[in-house]
């Protein structure tokens, strides 16, 4: 071979290199590739919608779904349907408590696919229903796992889906009507909003702990930018790190939050 012609052939092999890797990078991180084969497992983080969730107290219409046309009468089956925007799993937006500002439909895409930090809190929340996260909880986790991630959605698994659906005991509410469910704790929720995550997320009925009276953890959250989802399910299938989630609530133009599906691509 021409001494000329030598490093022609080492940049087309280095070029054929640089494809290969390439190419092998974008299998290697594209979470979503091997889920429709099911080489990779997806979690449904979501209840199914119907009448009978557990509803917010004092909450009366929930849901209604009637038919508009059947296959006997019509050919086809359609029906219409009512709901509450904060309903069963569901997502709050910004906007659902000030100073929130953002709709549900004006969420960047972006902030709906992020990486799940899963922070278990089973044994805390067995002891106290009254339990708030506690931020040693999140440095916790950090320790383990590195530090949370810009664009994380950090999910508290409290173990109140274990309840659900029973009314009584997922509210669990005192002689007064007062709830008692765990929750976030405003001081964790600042520690999450420095990390610039997307969104939180809880397997109760609220991001505040069931008792809050202040709703300080949504004015916190939700006023900077994050959103919450709520009522989540099957958190007990994630596990605390490697975990992506997919989060699509509906694009109710202005809506204050709204139903949302949430699914979990397991490592
Ligand atoms: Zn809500």
């Known amino acids: 071979m021409e001494r000329r012609r030598l490093p022609v052939l080492f940049a087309l092999i280095f070029a054929g290199w640089v494809m290969a890797q390439q190419k092998n990078a974008s299998q290697a991180t594209n979470p979503v590739e091997g889920v429709a084969s099911g080489r990779t497992r997806v979690v449904?983080?979501?209840?199914?919608?119907?009448?009978?969730?557990?509803?917010?107290?004092?909450?009366?219409?929930?849901?209604?779904?009637?038919?508009?046309?059947?296959?006997?009468?019509?050919?086809?089956?359609?029906?219409?349907?009512?709901?509450?925007?904060?309903?069963?799993?569901?997502?709050?937006?910004?906007?659902?408590?000030?100073?929130?500002?953002t709709p549900v439909d004006r969420i960047p895409v972006e902030h709906l696919f992020g990486p799940a930090v899963l922070i278990d809190v089973r044994a805390e929340a067995a002891r106290d229903a009254d339990y708030r996260l506690r931020v040693e909880r999140v440095e916790r986790w950090e320790q383990a796992h590195g530090r949370i991630a810009p664009g994380s959605i950090v999910l508290l698994r409290t173990g109140w889906?274990?309840?659900?659906?029973?009314?009584?005991?997922?509210?669990?509410?005192?002689?007064?009507?007062?709830m008692h469910s765990p929750g976030f704790s405003v001081e964790s929720v600042r520690v999450l909003i420095e990390r610039k995550v997307s969104g939180i997320g809880i397997d109760t009925i609220s991001a505040d702990a069931g008792a809050s009276k202040d709703f300080e953890v949504h004015r916190a959250a939700l006023g900077?930018?994050?959103?919450?989802?709520?009522?989540?399910?099957?958190?007990?299938?994630?596990?605390?790190?490697?975990?992506?989630?997919?989060?699509?609530?509906?694009?109710?133009?202005?809506?204050?939050?709204?139903p949302c599906r949430v699914f979990a691509i397991l490592p």
């Open 44 to 101: 449904d983080l979501g209840y199914a919608i119907n009448d009978r969730l557990v509803k917010w107290p004092g909450d009366t219409r929930v849901f209604e779904a009637r038919t508009n046309a059947s296959v006997e009468k019509n050919g086809y089956f359609t029906r219409s349907f009512w709901m509450l925007e904060h309903y069963g799993t569901h997502m709050d937006a910004p906007i659902h408590f000030p100073p929130g500002k």
């Open 161 to 178: 889906a274990a309840r659900w659906p029973d009314a009584v005991r997922y509210r669990n509410q005192d002689a007064a009507g007062v």
């Open 224 to 258: 900077a930018g994050l959103y919450h989802l709520e009522n989540l399910a099957n958190l007990s299938a994630l596990p605390e790190a490697g975990a992506f989630l997919v989060v699509a609530p509906i694009k109710l133009e202005g809506g204050s939050g709204g």
